[in-house]
């Protein structure tokens, strides 16, 4: 069934063989940040997950041998000139046996959850560093980030103020004005699926948060809020194996990714 699963992914979205999935994440070339740059991570944990339909929040649930939300701190706890990794996570859960090591790490930090993702990113940005001048925002619900493309948006946002990960749209996407009917079809060689991290100069995004206050307006992602103040995002190619865990069938698909990644 897993097998099966997977299979039709791949082939719905037009994937390369699983070694050369693999191969991406290992063998790709190391991006050179500038030296004078200093990272800070924003790790949104604080989900709640209801379409996996699981017994408890899809960030702890097991993948691959150990919990999602590991994955996501093994690997960020990488990234070239990191300062900082703000956990945004509840403080019930924070206690968490596997958490232990992390928790012990003095770059790691804590923050607290709000109701909206806008409130979770503001809560955690408080907690970065005024020397910082990057910061990635990442959900840890995207546990199959390779190193390298984070690397690739920090080179970008280093260069251009603001970065996002994304992939080009495969689907064709229509738009309907009332759920019922099409009203038009998009122009698919414009659109762009967006992914994280999102990569951001600190005080543009602070700017920003105080904009979206002021104004009450509603964003649905981080660099939503770049947009608003009309400075430039740019889209950095991610890799289609950059999936947002959503559904059960999500959690069968990246544990064959993972374990295609070990052969």
Known sequence: MMQAVYTLWVTAFRMPAPQTICNTRLTSMKMELDANENVAVVLLAGGSGKRMEASKPKQFLELHGKPVLAHSLELLLQVQQLSMLVLVLADEYRSLDFLAPFADNPRVTFAAPGSERQDSVFNGLEQVPVECTLVAVHDAARPLVSINAVHECLSDASQYGAAVLAVPMKATVKESEDGVFVMRTLERS???????????????????????????????????????????????????????????EDMVIAEQILADRDI
């Open 190 to 248: 414009r659109l762009w699926e967006i992914q994280t991290p999102q990569v951001i100069r600190p005080q543009l995004l602070r700017d920003g948060f105080r904009r979206v206050r002021d104004e009450g307006l509603e964003v649905t992602d981080d660099v939503s809020i770049v947009e608003q103040m009309g400075a430039p995002v740019k889209l950095t190619m991610g890799e289609y194996t950059n999936l947002k865990l959503t559904t059960p």
